[in-house]
């Protein structure tokens, strides 16, 4: 047992009910002003929304106001019918006659358009034999009506006002734009003295400069825009051109009995709930529908009162300091050592807790029980990194160790080969270039070397391969100098040419071998191409195989002396770093085979 001399126990209730009071209080107040804010605040945002509503009916109102005026001034003008009637019907007049009745009606149809820029187009339309218009375009519009889509409904309406939104090929061509124009249309058809059809007025607009305010609406909310006419044609965004299909509010609205100008709906298309308002609109005759998701309809709301629970946070973080200044002696040297438990930085992971005596048995011995648990795990990390270090530079070493007697191997061959073709000279030649080639990848200080000593090397070897087969062989390198310093696997592009020799020679001659390096896209890229017979497929499924297991689970294979070239040095590279490197293989198109390693290149040390 230890003695508490000057020691206390951990004492918290004055903290915990302290807390649990004020916590209670902020909850209770807090939710009440929530409430009524979130009341408030959802009302302002139903109204918002239905004052926007109402101000683009309004806007689209007012525009449509203006074309039928415009529509019906062309209806009441006697004159107007009467020469738009003579220019028709009379095919005998002569030039002379129709040039006065064309002006005529340029003139009467321009001074009724007036200044408003807004209306694009006013025509006048027979009932069968086209027309004459104004304003984009001026003059005749040869198309039989009966033809035009608008016909059958406008006729259908018999004098009252009919809307078409089309793109109008005919104005748009004499617009002034590139692309077609879409419009929107009014339509009334007239009659003469008898109540007879006479013919059609059309008033025209850009589509997108009626519905402009319905295109941006003023609304911080993020609203949709549907526009329907007096039959429930949506008209509003477009449906003629193939556009997105849109939720029918109309007709869904219209089974509904509304109290309200109002309403929560289901949106199937979108598979949402929304909150749709309606305004119908005393000319047109139109219903402007604004909807709103239950998410953009909730979330400014949700937003705007974000300052009550930051608020009671803020006064709930006041009462907890409070309590804790009456508690320090307890509570802070846990905090302390909490905050530093919680800490991420991989640097400091191992420091360790710096805490003076607390005065409190429990607090101390969990410091110091901590503080040995991190000694400990330090010690066996630094353990476990020495161990796996000297397992990878084992590995490496029995790779090269395994290296170096089938070079060996494979030269004392060709020296054997070029002995009995009585090649005395090239065998001597060959031998010192051989010695000097062993000197190289037998040292075992380093498993890396520079590129440049790694070519020099080889370029000993390819002129013994060269001494032996003369015109038969040649080969050839390409190496730009930013790559000389850069380190990479020892006996890496040694090994890829041992190997392209020895599958080479098996084919007719001429064989020919290209080692080519150089930086591309930040990485730098080696590799050795020949003219051989290439991989045979199943030994190429075969290295690819056993490529993705070693990535896969970090298990080497083990490995034959006469089978180990790329699966060799895919190892090298994988031992040294780790995934971080590029290993291409495969067949060249013009036939033949390639091998590819590279990796990312680090300017300022010129390294992996």
Same mark, same amino acid.
């Given at each position: 047992?230890?003695?508490?001399?000057? @020691?206390?126990?951990?004492?918290?209730?004055?903290?915990?009910?302290f807390?649990?009071?004020?916590?209670?209080?902020?909850?209770?107040?807090s939710?009440?002003?929530?409430l009524i804010q979130?009341?408030?605040?959802?009302? *302002?945002?139903?109204n918002?929304i239905?004052?926007?509503?109402?101000?683009?009916?309004?806007?689209i109102?007012?525009?449509?106001?203006?074309?039928?005026?415009?529509?019906?001034?062309?209806?009441?003008?006697?004159?107007?019918?009467?020469?738009?009637?003579e220019?028709?019907? *009379?095919? *005998?007049?002569?030039?002379?006659?129709?040039?006065?009745?064309?002006?005529?009606?340029?003139?009467?149809?321009?001074?009724i358009r007036?200044?408003?820029?807004?209306?694009?187009q006013?025509?006048?339309?027979?009932?069968?034999?086209?027309?004459y218009?104004?304003?984009?375009?001026y003059?005749?519009?040869?198309?039989?009506?009966a033809d035009?889509?608008?016909? @059958?409904?406008?006729?259908?309406k018999?004098?009252?006002?009919?809307f078409?939104?089309?793109?109008h090929p005919?104005?748009s061509?004499?617009?002034?734009?590139?692309?077609?124009?879409?419009?929107?249309?009014?339509?009334?058809?007239y009659?003469d003295?008898?109540?007879?059809?006479?013919g059609?007025?059309?008033?025209?607009k850009y589509y997108?400069?009626l519905?402009?305010?319905a295109l941006?609406?003023t609304?911080?909310?993020?609203?949709d825009?549907?526009?329907?006419?007096?039959?429930?044609?949506q008209?509003?965004?477009?449906?003629?051109?193939?556009?997105?299909k849109?939720?029918?509010y109309?007709?869904?609205?219209?089974?509904?009995?509304l109290?309200?100008d109002?309403?929560?709906?289901y949106?199937?298309?979108?598979?949402q709930?929304e909150f749709?308002?309606?305004?119908?609109?005393?000319y047109?005759?139109?219903?402007v529908?604004?909807?709103?998701?239950?998410t953009?309809?909730?979330?400014?709301?949700?937003?705007?009162?974000?300052?009550?629970?930051?608020?009671?946070?803020?006064l709930?973080?006041?009462?907890y300091f409070?309590?804790?200044?009456l508690?320090?002696?307890?509570?802070?040297?846990?905090?302390?050592?909490?905050?530093f438990l919680?800490?991420?930085?991989?640097? $400091?992971?191992?420091?360790?807790?710096?805490?003076?005596?607390?005065?409190?048995i429990e607090?101390?011995?969990?410091?110091?029980?901590?503080?040995?648990?991190?000694?400990?795990?330090?010690a066996?990390t630094?353990?476990?990194?020495?161990?796996k270090?000297?397992?990878i530079?084992?590995?490496?070493?029995?790779?090269?160790a395994?290296?170096n007697?089938?070079f060996?191997y494979?030269?004392l061959?060709?020296?054997?080969a070029?002995?009995?073709?009585?090649?005395?000279e090239?065998?001597?030649?060959m031998c010192?270039?051989?010695?000097s080639?062993?000197?190289?990848i037998?040292?075992?200080?380093?498993?890396?070397?520079?590129?440049?000593?790694?070519?020099e090397?080889?370029?000993?070897?390819?002129?013994?391969m060269?001494?032996?087969f003369k015109d038969?062989?040649t080969?050839?390198?390409?190496i730009?100098?930013?790559?000389?310093d850069?380190?990479?696997?020892?006996?890496?592009?040694q090994l890829?040419?041992?190997?392209?020799?020895?599958?080479v020679?098996?084919t007719a001659p001429?064989?020919?071998?290209?080692i080519e390096g150089?930086?591309d896209a930040?990485?730098?890229l080696?590799?050795?191409?020949?003219?051989?017979p290439?991989?045979?497929p199943?030994?190429?499924?075969?290295l690819r195989?056993?490529?993705?297991e070693?990535?896969?689970?970090?298990?080497?294979?083990?490995?034959e002396?006469?089978g180990m $070239?790329?699966?060799n040095?895919?190892?090298?590279?994988y031992?040294?770093?780790?995934?971080?490197?590029?290993?291409?293989f495969?067949?060249?198109?013009?036939g033949?085979?390639?091998?590819?390693v590279?990796?990312?290149?680090?300017?300022?040390?010129?390294?992996l």
């Open positions: 047992m230890f003695a508490r001399h000057g @020691k206390k126990s951990i004492q918290t209730i004055l903290f915990y009910r807390l649990s009071v004020t916590a209670a209080l902020l909850i209770i107040v939710a009440i002003v929530y979130y009341t408030k605040m959802y009302k *302002n945002m139903e918002d239905i004052r926007t509503s109402s101000s683009i009916g309004d806007a109102d007012l525009q449509i106001s203006q074309m039928d005026n415009i529509c019906l001034n062309v209806i009441n003008s006697t004159s107007v019918k009467d020469t738009f009637a220019w028709s019907q *009379n095919k *005998n007049a002569s030039a002379y006659e129709r040039r006065q009745q064309q002006n005529q009606l340029n003139n009467s149809l321009v001074s007036g200044i408003d820029t807004s209306i694009r006013v025509n006048l339309y027979s009932m069968e034999s086209g027309g218009g104004v304003g984009n375009y003059g005749r519009l040869s198309k039989s009506t035009l889509p608008w016909y @059958k409904g406008a006729v259908e018999d004098g009252y006002r009919f078409q939104a089309d793109s005919l104005l061509r004499h617009s002034g734009t590139e692309t077609d124009r879409f419009y929107f249309s009014l339509y009334r058809m009659f003295n008898y109540h007879n059809p006479a059609f007025v059309e008033v025209s997108d400069e519905f402009e305010e941006s609406p609304t911080s909310s993020s609203i825009i549907t526009v329907y006419d007096e039959d429930g044609r008209i509003y965004p477009d449906t003629a051109s193939g556009g997105e849109h939720f029918d109309f007709t869904e609205l219209n089974s509904r009995d109290s309200s109002s309403a929560r709906i949106n199937d298309l979108k598979q709930k749709v308002t309606v305004c119908p609109l005393d047109s005759g139109f219903t529908t604004a909807s709103i998701n239950n953009g309809f909730y979330t400014p709301i949700l937003a705007s009162l974000m300052w009550i629970p930051l608020l009671a946070l803020s709930f973080v006041v009462c409070v309590a804790g200044f508690s320090r002696r307890l509570a802070q040297p846990l905090t302390e050592m909490h905050q919680s800490q991420s930085d991989s640097a $400091g992971k191992f420091r360790q807790i710096s805490l003076k005596d607390s005065g409190v607090i101390d011995r969990l410091r110091d029980s901590l503080n040995s648990s991190i000694r400990a795990q330090e066996a630094e353990s476990l990194l020495v161990m270090e000297s397992e530079q084992a590995q490496m070493l029995a790779l090269q395994q290296m007697p089938h060996l494979n030269s061959n060709t020296i054997g070029m002995a009995e073709e009585g090649m005395t090239e065998v001597t030649s010192q270039d051989i010695t080639i062993l000197r190289y037998s040292s075992d200080k380093e498993s890396v070397s520079t590129v440049e000593e790694e070519l090397h080889c370029s000993l070897y390819l002129n013994c060269k001494m032996r038969k062989f080969y050839e390198f390409d730009g100098d930013d790559l000389l850069l380190k990479i696997p020892k006996l890496c592009i890829l040419i041992e190997n392209s020799v020895k599958f020679s098996k001429p064989w020919h071998i290209r150089y930086i930040g990485q730098w080696i590799s050795v191409k020949d003219n051989g290439g991989f045979d199943e030994v190429d499924r075969h195989s056993q490529m993705d070693i990535l896969k689970y970090s298990r080497l294979p083990s490995l002396l006469d $070239g790329i699966l040095i895919f190892i090298r590279f031992l040294l770093f780790g995934s971080s490197f590029l290993f291409q495969g067949n060249l198109p013009e033949g085979a390639f091998v590819i590279g990796g990312r290149f680090h300017e300022k040390d010129q390294t």
